[in-house]
């Protein structure tokens, strides 16, 4: 897990480094578009590494799961989005559960965090290559362990979480589908993005939330 925490760590301290260039390196300028124009909503999906903040991770479960996301999104106006997401997180283990401070057998571990969150893109002209952007907001993680017997143990913790990454216009690499995509099924732009994000969801002294890195794609309609 301590690879992980550097690798984490070192690509949270290039994205902070990054977005802070471009943030002045761009200029502040109204967008192009009109704002009537512009497109409202847009869906992600994305995949990632998950290092939890659970005390001895190693010691019940099985190294850092993949997670995997999905997310909508609605444009208040054109930087600030207001989303919804939902991930799911699942990974085995053996010995004492965490959750219950208790010994066991063979248990199942499923994750499911829903975030809410505000976010905002420096975004400042249509068509701009690198959009950075920040965002947080409330966090509910719902968790369940299923042992070798059949037991099962459930619950959620609130929490929040924060955000930080940046997107890539995949539109200025190839124009003859970005303009197939808009003219057929009405998708305006879509973007690569790489994305660090925290959780914290604590209840009892026990944390369910963790910090994970991703990589996705985003459609704006």
């Known amino acids: 897990m301590s690879g992980f925490s550097g690798t984490y ?14 943030c002045l390196l761009l200029p502040v300028a109204s967008l192009a578009k009109d704002e009537s124009m512009a497109p409202h909503w847009s ?6 590494q998950f290092e939890s903040a659970l005390d001895k991770w190693d010691t019940y479960y099985d190294g850092n799961p993949s997670l995997l996301k999905v997310g909508w999104s609605y444009k208040i106006f054109r930087p600030l989005d207001i989303g ?3 991930g799911r997180i699942t990974t085995s283990g053996v010995g004492n559960f965490p959750i219950q401070k208790s010994v066991g057998g063979d248990v199942r571990f499923t994750l499911v965090p829903v975030n809410i969150s505000l976010f905002y893109r420096f975004v400042f002209h249509e068509n701009q290559l690198l959009v950075p952007y ?15 017997g059949g037991d099962k143990f459930e619950g959620s913790h609130d929490g929040h979480h924060v955000k930080l990454g940046i997107q890539i ?3 200025s690499f190839d124009k ?11 998708i ?3 973007y690569l993005f790489l994305e660090a994000q925290s959780i914290e969801a604590k209840e009892s002294g026990i944390d369910l939330g ?8 985003l459609l704006e309609y």
């Open 9 to 22: 760590v070192s690509c949270k301290v290039m994205l902070v480094a990054l977005l802070s260039s471009i």
């Open 43 to 48: 869906f992600e999906f994305k995949v990632g």
């Open 84 to 86: 919804l997401s939902l």
């Open 134 to 148: 920040i965002g947080g907001g409330w966090t509910r993680i719902y968790y369940r362990q299923e042992t070798e």
């Open 169 to 171: 216009l995949l539109d």
């Open 176 to 186: 003859r589908s970005a303009r197939n995509l808009q003219q057929k099924v009405g």
């Open 188 to 190: 305006e732009n879509t």
């Open 210 to 217: 963790g910090d994970s890195i991703f990589l996705g794609l």
